[in-house]
């Protein structure tokens, strides 16, 4: 059964921090890059950050550089994002997905970045 699950989110602060999971079943996680979006309200799902299939070659939106860091753990099938010195622009949904040949989105988790 293919299954992603997102969660972490809530609701903080500027300049707060927020870690992000995400646990996928069935989609073959180890073999995949596995990619972090976000959909902000009103606006089109885009595309945050990437990490290779052994964890090494990490890639990022320029939005995120340096405030955002990308992980995977392919014994526990699971990525996260850790986000740092986030912003009231960084508010969204957070979804996770292969990014290639992705499988059926999951619920995503809401991040909320407001005073």
């Known amino acids: 059964q293919v299954q992603l699950v997102e969660s972490g989110g809530g609701l903080v602060e500027p300049g707060g921090s927020l870690r992000l999971s995400c646990a996928a079943s069935?989609?073959?996680?180890?073999?995949?890059?596995m990619a972090w979006y976000r959909q902000a309200p009103g606006k089109q799902r885009e595309l945050v950050a990437d990490?290779?299939?052994?964890?090494?070659?990490?890639s990022y939106a320029d939005s995120v550089k340096g405030r955002f860091t990308i992980s995977r753990d392919n014994a526990r099938n699971t990525v996260y994002l850790e986000m740092n010195s986030l912003k009231p622009e960084d508010t969204a949904v957070y979804y996770c997905?292969?990014?290639?040949?992705?499988?059926?989105w999951g619920q995503g988790t809401q991040v909320t970045v407001s005073s």
């Open positions: 997905n292969r990014f290639t040949r992705p499988v059926p």
């Open positions: 069935g989609v073959f996680f180890s073999a995949y890059v």
């Open positions: 990490i290779s299939s052994n964890g090494i070659i990490t």
